[in-house]
């Protein structure tokens, strides 16, 4: 069964060049929200690929292969992340 993945992503505050994301995925059923996620250098990639882009994130907090999923992203264009915890 493919696991539906939503990002936010925001260009970091504090480096422009950086992206942060938040992640939010329902495994097994249960909803849950990821801490706020770096993406060092990968803001010129921010409209890219999102397996490419994302996937390597993806994979390490759900434990499942990108493929797996379906990944769509939510572009925070006013203010970041600061809040998510």
Same mark, same amino acid.
């Given at each position: %069964? *493919? %696991?539906? #993945?939503?990002? %936010? #992503?925001?260009? &970091?505050? &504090? /480096? @422009? !060049?950086?992206?942060? *994301?938040? %992640?939010?995925?329902?495994?097994?059923? #249960?909803? +849950?929200?990821?801490?706020?996620?770096?993406?060092?250098? @990968? @803001?010129? /990639? +921010? !409209?890219? =690929?999102?397996? $490419?882009?994302?996937? =390597?994130?993806? @994979?390490?907090?759900?434990? /499942?292969?990108?493929?797996?999923?379906? *990944?769509? *992203?939510?572009? /925070? +264009?006013?203010? &970041? $992340?600061?809040?998510? #915890?």
């Amino acid at each position: %069964m *493919i %696991m539906k #993945v939503l990002i %936010m #992503v925001a260009v &970091d505050p &504090d /480096c @422009e !060049s950086d992206l942060q *994301i938040v %992640m939010v995925a329902q495994p097994g059923g #249960v909803a +849950r929200a990821s801490s706020i996620v770096t993406l060092k250098g @990968e @803001e010129h /990639c +921010r !409209s890219g =690929n999102p397996y $490419l882009v994302y996937g =390597n994130a993806v @994979e390490a907090w759900l434990g /499942c292969d990108k493929f797996d999923t379906s *990944i769509s *992203i939510f572009d /925070c +264009r006013s203010g &970041d $992340l600061a809040g998510w #915890v």
